[in-house]
């Protein structure tokens, strides 16, 4: 996968259109997390340092459903970007329409336009091409570093791409860079670690990564659906019994390729589903019948560390156990820590691990931190994103 990137534009004196993913947490009309915003500006940076360059931005914020909504407006976004930025971010009027284009026409070099909201029209989610047009009209130059955004083909992300001549931002490249090869060519041992509560959202990854994983690590709440087919007793843990079949093949694959699967053998339990609830260490793989798994326990962990131990390549998607609970989390935080301490080239993804790894502030020592969920999943799950087709070579 070879993508067209900002290094090879000729952006001198050009107006550059962008799509970047302020989609942050607000309270307060304050940003809370601005880790989003932050991640856009090597790209902008660069294009603003470029001669006779000006910036029009456009993202998507919320869920407004198509409709103007004050509670989703990008000007508190906009006061965070600019002072992030350090300089002048005007918030325009609207999306599309004659005033826009007044505000954008009437940009000079060095200045930034972020446009409103573009989910406040439901021609972004459906990819309309006059809408895309419109905004394609904006710029001489389209620059996509929204990689949250990249598996929706949207007018933003994939339709503007028809229109002007398109290229990948930093972030997005470094995306790329990283999760490609996991599923091109990885140096190998390569480990996967896949975790989360449900079989059904995880089931598409894990039969992407047996193509090219030595190991395979399942925890979380779906490895209770796992050891049910295998026979074992689960309590009253989660289990999925119409993904029994599916994970049942998905066994007998692992196995036709000699892909070394670990599933928890033992567990940190407890008798109901809540924060407070007093942790049971269950020495075996079998749960009694009136606990729940919630974590997986030290044994668990140890063939963990130890498969990491030689590792070249490592994914982590999705927790160990229900992290968000502190009697709940040190399997998770095992991992997390096992993973950063490894020499391999590690690539955690996923909304859940990407928490999990910064509440134990280790994400500086992480190879590759994806920042998007949804968008990462899918890249891991071999399907083609739309919004990084547009940008290919």
């Given at each position: 996968?070879?993508?067209?990137?900002?290094?090879?534009?000729?952006?001198?004196?050009?107006?550059?259109?962008?799509?970047?993913?302020?989609?942050?947490?607000?309270?307060?009309?304050?940003?809370?997390?601005?880790?989003?915003?932050?991640?856009?500006?090597?790209?902008?940076?660069?294009?603003?340092?470029?001669?006779?360059?000006?910036?029009?931005?456009?993202?998507?914020?919320?869920?407004?459903?198509?409709?103007?909504?004050?509670?989703?407006?990008?000007?508190?976004?906009?006061?965070?970007?600019?002072?992030?930025?350090?300089?002048?971010?005007?918030?325009?009027?609207?999306?599309?329409?004659?005033?826009?284009?007044?505000?954008?026409?009437?940009?000079?070099?060095?200045?930034?336009l972020l446009l409103e909201n573009?989910?406040?029209?439901?021609?972004?989610?459906?990819?309309?091409?006059?809408?895309?047009?419109?905004?394609?009209?904006?710029?001489?130059?389209?620059?996509?570093?929204?990689?949250?955004?990249?598996?929706?083909?949207?007018?933003?992300?994939?339709?503007?791409?028809?229109?002007?001549?398109?290229?990948?931002?930093?972030?997005?490249?470094?995306?790329?860079?990283?999760?490609?090869?996991?599923?091109?060519?990885?140096?190998?041992?390569?480990?996967?670690?896949?975790?989360?509560?449900?079989?059904?959202?995880?089931?598409?990854?894990?039969?992407?990564?047996?193509?090219?994983?030595?190991?395979?690590?399942?925890?979380?709440?779906?490895?209770?659906?796992?050891?049910?087919?295998?026979?074992?007793?689960?309590?009253?843990?989660?289990?999925?019994?119409?993904?029994?079949?599916?994970?049942?093949?998905?066994?007998?694959?692992?196995?036709?390729?000699?892909?070394?699967?670990?599933?928890?053998?033992?567990?940190?339990?407890?008798?109901?589903?809540?924060?407070?609830?007093?942790?049971?260490?269950?020495?075996?793989?079998?749960?009694?019948?009136?606990?729940?798994?919630?974590?997986?326990?030290?044994?668990?962990?140890?063939?963990?560390?130890?498969?990491?131990?030689?590792?070249?390549?490592?994914?982590?998607?999705?927790?160990?156990?229900?992290?968000?609970?502190?009697s709940f989390a040190k399997g998770?935080?095992?991992v997390a820590k096992a993973l950063?301490?490894?020499?391999?080239?590690?690539?955690?993804?996923?909304?859940?691990?990407?928490?999990?790894?910064?509440?134990?502030?280790?994400?500086?020592?992480?190879?590759?931190?994806?920042?998007?969920?949804?968008?990462?999943?899918?890249?891991?799950?071999?399907?083609?994103?739309?919004?990084?087709?547009?940008?290919?070579?």
């Amino acid at each position: 996968m070879v993508l067209n990137t900002i290094r090879e534009a000729d952006l001198k004196n050009k107006r550059v259109l962008i799509r970047v993913d302020f989609n942050v947490p607000l309270k307060d009309g304050k940003v809370t997390d601005a880790t989003r915003i932050v991640a856009a500006l090597p790209t902008i940076k660069y294009i603003l340092d470029q001669p006779g360059t000006s910036l029009v931005v456009m993202s998507h914020f919320g869920r407004p459903k198509g409709k103007k909504n004050p509670d989703f407006s990008m000007i508190p976004v906009g006061k965070k970007f600019e002072e992030l930025l350090g300089r002048k971010v005007k918030v325009a009027s609207d999306v599309i329409g004659p005033e826009v284009k007044k505000e954008v026409e009437a940009l000079k070099p060095g200045e930034v336009l972020l446009l409103e909201n573009c989910r406040f029209y439901p021609d972004e989610e459906e990819n309309n091409p006059s809408f895309a047009k419109e905004l394609a009209s904006f710029g001489d130059i389209y620059v996509n570093d929204a990689f949250g955004t990249a598996h929706r083909a949207h007018a933003s992300t994939e339709g503007v791409a028809h229109y002007l001549p398109a290229y990948a931002g930093f972030l997005i490249e470094k995306e790329v860079k990283f999760m490609a090869p996991l599923l091109e060519n990885p140096e190998k041992p390569f480990v996967a670690i896949i975790g989360g509560s449900k079989v059904s959202s995880k089931i598409s990854v894990l039969e992407s990564l047996v193509k090219t994983c030595n190991t395979i690590v399942i925890g979380g709440g779906m490895a209770y659906t796992f050891l049910k087919v295998q026979g074992h007793s689960i309590g009253k843990s989660l289990v999925e019994d119409d993904f029994l079949d599916t994970a049942k093949n998905f066994l007998a694959a692992a196995k036709a390729k000699k892909v070394n699967v670990i599933l928890p053998v033992d567990h940190i339990c407890a008798e109901a589903f809540a924060e407070d609830a007093k942790p049971v260490a269950v020495d075996s793989v079998d749960i009694p019948e009136n606990l729940m798994g919630m974590d997986i326990g030290p044994k668990t962990t140890k063939l963990i560390v130890d498969a990491l131990s030689d590792a070249k390549s490592v994914v982590w998607n999705g927790p160990m156990g229900v992290f968000e609970f502190a009697s709940f989390a040190k399997g998770t935080e095992a991992v997390a820590k096992a993973l950063a301490a490894s020499k391999a080239i590690t690539v955690v993804g996923g909304g859940d691990s990407v928490a999990a790894i910064n509440k134990f502030g280790l994400a500086d020592k992480i190879s590759h931190v994806s920042t998007g969920g949804g968008a990462s999943l899918e890249f891991l799950e071999g399907k083609t994103l739309p919004g990084i087709k547009a940008l290919e070579k």
